[in-house]
């Protein structure tokens, strides 16, 4: 079976990622906490603290608190002071995480079309794998949800209301643009090994917050339907 990875915080940033960030790569209203929350994205208290921000190594944390300083992002919380960026022990490879998990996914996105007006990939008694393969765009008129485990292959653009509860994992060549003119919101944790992200908030607010809960519905998800192949025959 396909084993239970948690994000190591309430957001991951590989040193590929962090390398293409401009100095907008973070503006507006943005909350990133590495407390611990429920699955509705309340403070449980329980004690649980991540990074806000975990990063591979000290030049890529350095960087990181260098762009929050000058974009007056005052809101990335958790452990190691404020701003919570902090150097992780990383010896996952999310690309190769990513690759099992799409497989045999539950939704696949690939086309601008299959964007609705209420788009659902997955709820919390349902949660659900779902693959975006491609240049997709959510807009203002439309909004999406889901919960479970949502990978990312391409250019994934935010611009409406956008709630996610659990893991979401970009990789490869990916770009997110989060251009939010509305809420969006991840319980859970997220992970960028893609290429780039950009954060910007013109009106409305963006939070990532860590949630143990979200990710171990998650994880429940993966323990009963998820498997690698580790051999065949014909």
């Avoid at 948690?6 to 507006?28: N, R």
């Avoid at 939704?107 to 919390?124: R, Y």
């Avoid at 939070?207 to 809960?213: N, T, V």
Wanted: hydrophobic fraction near 40%.
């Amino acid at each position: 079976k396909i084993p239970f990875i948690p994000a190591p915080g309430a957001m991951y940033l590989t040193a590929s990622t962090i390398s293409s960030f401009k100095k907008t790569g973070i503006g507006g209203s943005v909350l990133i906490d590495g407390n611990n929350h429920d699955i509705n994205g309340n403070l449980t208290g329980d004690g649980i603290v991540t990074p806000g921000i975990a990063v591979d190594g000290n030049t890529q944390r350095d960087q990181v608190k260098d762009m929050i300083s000058k974009n007056a992002i005052d809101q990335v919380l958790g452990t190691g002071g404020n701003p919570s960026v902090v150097t992780i022990n990383n010896t996952t490879d999310w690309d190769a995480y990513a690759l099992q998990l799409v497989e045999n996914p539950d939704i696949i996105i690939d086309t601008q079309a299959k964007i609705q007006k209420l788009n659902n990939w997955g709820t919390v008694t349902d949660p659900k794998v779902t693959f975006v393969n491609g240049d997709i765009a959510i807009n203002n008129s439309e909004t999406a949800s889901g919960c479970g485990i949502l990978v990312v292959n391409g250019n994934l653009s935010i611009n409406g209301n956008f709630t996610y509860r659990g893991l979401i994992i970009a990789y490869k060549e990916t770009t997110i643009e989060i251009k939010l003119n509305g809420n969006g919101k991840i319980y859970g944790g997220l992970v960028v090994a893609g290429q780039k992200i950009v954060i910007e908030v013109a009106s409305g607010n963006f939070s990532a917050l860590y949630s143990l809960e979200a990710m171990n519905t998650m994880a429940s998800l993966l323990k009963t339907n998820r498997f690698q192949i580790v051999s065949w025959w014909e």
